[in-house]
């Protein structure tokens, strides 16, 4: 099934326009994102109006293998932490 490895990332940091900023729902979103391949844009991070983190989500990927081959597929698991609530859906 493989090893487990630290992958590089990059951290995107989102800001809406001031003009445009005004009576959304978030203030900033942080992406997650692989360096190599640009997976990840489901990991990301949600900050309230006033600055506080928001919301978390995470999708973790599974090696799956695929019987009678030697192929190996991916299952996923996304989460979302509300943090304003301390709700979690998972999907």
């Not at 090893?3 to 009576?23: N, Y």
Request: a positive charge; one cysteine or more; charged letters at 20%.
């Amino acid at each position: 099934m493989g090893k487990w490895e630290l992958r590089d990332s990059l951290h995107i940091s989102l800001q809406r326009l001031p003009a445009f900023a005004k009576g959304y729902c978030y203030s900033r979103r942080i992406m997650y994102v692989d360096k190599e391949n640009y997976f990840g844009a489901g990991e990301l991070d949600l900050y309230n109006p006033a600055g506080s983190l928001f919301k978390s989500q995470l999708v973790f990927l599974c090696p799956v293998s695929i019987p009678k081959t030697d192929d190996v597929s991916n299952r996923s698991l996304a989460t979302t932490q509300d943090f304003s609530s301390i709700l979690s859906t998972n999907t």
